[in-house]
């Protein structure tokens, strides 16, 4: 990732997995061991969920409280003024992993329930940040910027997959899903998608984890019995 350039738009570029080793590994250590039978993919990381903590969908406290990780999270090479990494000190929720990891609790009740099954990682490791402090997303980018960029990231998610083996591969959103399925179309992992739980969806807004909960089952995976809760 060293070698790749960005241009304006995107000023500053976060690489939580440099500066937040510390609390990914411990997030790897404790939950991403063994074969697992489903992974969610998602983008890249979220101002206030990865960028924070280096976990995927990071929400601190569900990343301290329910994932019972933590770690030293240091300081990005170049930060922007109106997004400080704080690390476990970030006061403000990840939405999208209020969500994803809400539902995941509310689903499975314990952690260790959970990742017996299921494990989640994020396609790209970057995250981008314009001058004006506005979030831009791997999409987003421009052709010859994504081409390297995304060579990569199908290198490293091939090798996630091949050390999981899992037997579906859920895409957090239609981008996360076409990437799914691009670097897998020969490996017969089976792969799906769930709408993304970004509050800038309006259908996730009107219960996302009921909705998740139903599309996984239209992709064949079996969940608990109990379900969450419409308004998760």
């Known amino acids: 990732m060293q070698k790749l350039s960005f241009t304006d738009p995107v000023a500053y570029v976060y690489s939580p997995l440099d500066y937040a080793w510390d609390a990914h590994t411990a ?3 404790r939950w991403g061991k063994g074969k697992k039978q489903v992974v969610f993919l998602g983008m890249n990381p979220g101002p206030f969920g990865m960028v924070q903590t280096g976990v995927p969908f990071g929400d601190v406290t569900f990343v301290r409280d329910w994932l019972g990780v933590s770690g030293k999270v240091k300081k ?19 939405v999208s992993g209020q969500r994803l990891w809400g539902w995941a609790r509310e689903t499975f009740g314990e952690p260790e329930r959970f990742f017996e099954r299921f494990f989640v990682v994020n396609y790209c490791p970057l995250a981008f940040v314009e001058e004006s402090g506005r979030n831009r997303t791997p999409d987003k980018l421009p052709k010859d910027e994504q081409a390297p960029l995304f060579a990569a990231c199908d290198r490293a998610f091939a090798r996630i997959i091949d050390e999981l083996e899992p037997e579906h591969v859920i895409g957090v959103g239609a981008f996360a899903e076409a990437r799914a399925r691009r670097v897998l179309a020969e490996s017969g992992v089976r ?19 009921r909705i998740a909960s139903e599309e996984l089952r239209q992709s064949g995976i079996i969940l608990p019995s109990s379900s969450p809760s419409p308004g998760t």
């Open 27 to 29: 997030y790897l250590e």
């Open 76 to 94: 990005p090479a170049r930060e922007h003024p109106a997004r400080p990494v704080l690390g476990f000190d970030c006061a403000r929720g990840e």
């Open 191 to 209: 792969v799906g998608t769930i709408l993304h739980p970004s509050p800038a969806s309006p259908r996730a807004n009107r219960g996302w984890g």
